[in-house]
């Protein structure tokens, strides 16, 4: 029997997660209180190491990875604009160092549009974004080179990050750099966090641009994707919980032949496909056997299996084709006497 449809369940789930997702970009827009983000201390220090690096009168660098134009080096790109927003009313001097042409040419206008919008564009210095190297090591090279030189006092290295995470994050280190670092690559991650001062963990890479920006549509988004975080989870939880305790109840079964449970449906049936359908039977206990068979329920016997994996019935296990017509007879085929 049909249970559920359950191509409509992923549908609704889709559906209640948008509708999530814009309610609380409206409640955002609506501005009557401010949705609540909680604190990441990593985004919190950036005020400090801006401050440390103006007090020093040395640069702030800044590293989005080798990754190439994708989500995550926009990303970094848009966490370094706001960066370099606090940096430029103080006048400390920035380097960006990237290794992709695509994430140079970006980065390159987006910091040139902060100090633009900022009213300082005589400030923006065209070195301050450099293009280092496509290769992975010539890259790593060139930036530890650089902050070797000029002594950096802040590093921030935000993006995708691979064996050259600890090179970059050894040199800061040496050099006596406050470090603020975050990974989407999980494998990079205990690196950073044995090396650097401060590290986004997971989703708080993401969430950096609403937490910086307080922009409505950015913190809308993320107070929505957690209450869909919050929704799912209860899901499962729920779902394993009933699933548990319903596959610890006793209960009696009494087993029917296939045929016998679609009486209706195997009458229908043409000889042939009640054959086919009788392949698939149970074998039946006698009547005596079926009293008092008693014993705990099955995985594929709950009724969440069955809402997800519906019984088929008799008529789904017969396949009809259509025939073919005959090929039409060729000229000079005509049959003789």
């Known amino acids: 029997m049909q249970w559920l449809d359950t191509g409509k369940i992923g549908i609704f789930v889709t559906l209640l997660m948008v509708a999530f997702i814009l309610f609380n970009i409206a409640r955002a827009r609506k501005g009557k209180k401010e949705l609540f983000i909680r604190r990441i201390p990593g985004l919190n220090a950036i005020d400090d190491a801006i401050g440390r690096a103006t007090e020093m009168g040395r640069p702030i660098f800044m590293v989005p990875g080798i990754g190439t134009l994708n989500a995550i080096s926009v990303q970094a790109v848009n966490i370094f604009a706001q960066v370099t927003k606090t940096a430029s009313q103080f ?173 209706a449906a195997f009458s229908a049936l043409s000889d042939d496909a009640k054959e086919k359908v009788a392949d698939v039977q149970v074998q039946v206990p006698s009547s005596a056997e079926r009293q008092g068979i008693q014993a705990l329920k099955k995985g594929n016997e709950t009724m969440l299996y069955r809402i997800f994996n519906p019984n088929p019935s008799a008529e789904d296990l017969v396949i009809e084709r259509e025939k073919k017509p005959p090929p039409p007879a060729a000229e000079g085929e005509e049959g003789g006497e």
């Open 91 to 263: 006048a400390t001097p920035i380097r960006m160092c990237i290794a992709d042409a695509a994430v140079y040419t970006v980065a390159q206008e987006v910091i040139r549009d902060v100090y633009q919008r900022q009213g300082m564009l005589e400030r923006f210095d065209v070195d301050s974004v450099r293009f280092i190297s496509d290769r992975q090591f010539a890259f790593a090279a060139g930036v530890s080179g650089l902050l070797h030189r000029e002594k950096a006092a802040a590093t921030f290295l935000l993006g995708e990050f691979y064996a050259e995470s600890l090179i970059f994050a050894e040199t800061a280190n040496s050099i006596g750099a406050i470090q603020v670092a975050g990974s989407t690559q999980t494998s990079q991650t205990p690196f950073f966090v044995a090396a650097c001062d401060y590290v986004l963990l997971g989703d708080e890479f993401y969430a950096a641009s609403a937490y910086l920006t307080r922009e409505p549509v950015l913190v809308g988004s993320l107070v929505g994707q957690d209450w869909c975080k919050i929704m799912i989870t209860a899901a499962v939880f729920l779902g394993a919980l009933f699933h548990g305790v319903e596959r610890s109840q006793v209960a009696a079964f009494e087993w029917a032949p296939y045929a016998e449970a679609n009486e």
